[in-house]
């Protein structure tokens, strides 16, 4: 079976993980933070919460920087975990349409905030792994004050991740740069961001004698703090992830780089292959800034002559399993109860229609990619 996406395991990930279940912290333990302290350093951020999920760290991350009745623009072309993160705060999501690449548009963002001094932040995607320019979403937070949550769950190991934000959250989903199972963090260079972040994950209590503010439970005569004491302060939650997890994602850490080259060597190989066909391109030119999670072509069905289902399944039957990322957001039937509607993002509904997200992932061999280039075109061709 020829996915889209899958992870990447070895035996060296499967002895860190061995080596955690055989000792005695099963979850907050050292692990987590030799984890963070290498997200960190990787992504040259100076902090890095790790938690349960991506969408534990886009939740979190919303609550760190929105309040309810904010107004926040964001993208319609996501995984729903994005907008909702912004419907958990009891926020209001604005979808604003795409560019070229299928990433928000940064002039129609600046065209809402000089319209609407009331929005409050941008929820931007890096979608497929090609930042949203850190320039430009630096601009807008200078300009606008508005906050910048950036979703870099398709992002790690890209050259410009959480240059232009407030803070960015990561997925680390099997289909994704690196795994953990399941797993996500959140980047910062914000000491309150983290703060927060970190007591947001552990049901908002802490254990630090420097933050406490019942002094006189938490302190013995001596005034050193009792041993056994600890302070619920804000109302927070279980998004903790577990030491074994963590020993994963740091043996998978140390591969990030040959992952995301393999993955690059993928992307221009397919450029190449579908270069003056004029029924298949590359959603975007080769760009070696993205960190190529997806690889996105975009179909001419009707000069093709043939419907995305009846390519899926003649795909399928050869074993092949591409995928459609993403049905637009203000699509979903949830979405749309709430008064949203797709045609209000034209260019997001466009896309849709066109795309197809082909296998790309690091074990993914050239015979294979060969494969499936061949079945694809064959395909269009037929
Ligand atoms: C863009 C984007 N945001 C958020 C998420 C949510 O991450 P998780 O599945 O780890 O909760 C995903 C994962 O699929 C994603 O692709």
Redesign the pocket.
């Known amino acids: 079976m020829i996915a889209y996406g899958r992870q990447s395991i070895d035996s060296e990930d499967i002895v860190a993980v061995a080596d955690v279940l055989g000792g005695d912290y099963l979850t907050t333990g050292p692990k987590v933070v030799e984890f963070e302290n290498a997200l960190a350093q990787k992504c040259g951020v100076k902090y890095a919460v790790a938690l349960s ?6 939740h979190i991350g919303a609550k760190t920087i929105i309040k309810a009745g904010d107004k926040v623009l964001t993208t319609p072309i ?2 729903v ?2 907008a909702n993160s912004i419907l958990y705060q009891n926020a209001k999501p604005i979808f604003v349409d795409v560019d070229d690449s299928a990433n928000i548009d940064l002039n129609l963002c600046e065209d809402a905030l000089k319209k609407d001094n009331s929005i409050k932040a941008i929820f931007a ?1 890096d ?1 497929t792994g090609k930042c949203v320019d850190p320039d430009g979403l630096g601009f807008l937070k200078e300009r606008y004050g508005v906050r910048i949550l950036e ?1 870099a ?2 992002s790690l190991g890209s050259t410009n991740l959480a240059k232009g934000s407030d803070l960015a ?1 990561l ?3 099997p ?2 740069h690196i795994t953990t199972g ?3 963090a959140i980047l910062t260079n914000d000491e309150e961001i983290y703060k927060h972040s970190k007591l947001l994950r552990g049901h908002g209590i802490t254990r630090d004698s420097s933050e406490f503010v019942l002094g006189d439970e938490a302190f013995g005569g001596d005034g050193k703090p009792n041993p056994w004491y600890y302070e619920m302060q804000t109302l927070g939650f279980n998004y903790r992830i577990t030491d074994f997890q963590c020993a994963l994602g740091i043996s998978q850490l140390a591969k990030l780089d040959k992952f995301v080259n393999r993955r690059k060597e993928i992307a221009a190989t397919y450029d190449e292959k579908f270069k003056n066909n004029d029924l298949i391109s590359p959603l975007y030119r080769f760009d070696f800034d993205s960190s190529y999670h997806l690889y996105i072509a975009m179909i001419d069905f009707e000069k093709a002559g043939v419907d995305r289902k009846e390519l899926f399944a003649r795909l399928n039957g050869k074993k092949i399993y591409p995928q459609v990322h993403y049905i637009p957001i203000n699509m979903q039937p949830y979405y749309k109860s709430l008064g949203y509607d797709p045609n209000d993002t034209p260019k997001a509904l466009k896309y849709y229609r066109q795309c197809i997200s082909l296998p790309i992932y690091p074990d993914l061999t050239d015979d294979l990619q060969e494969y499936v280039i061949s079945a694809l075109l064959g395909v269009l061709r037929a």
């Open positions: 999920n991506g969408t534990a760290a886009l996501s995984f975990a994005t995607v979608f979703d769950a398709h959250t997925s680390f989903h289909v994704k399941e797993g996500g």
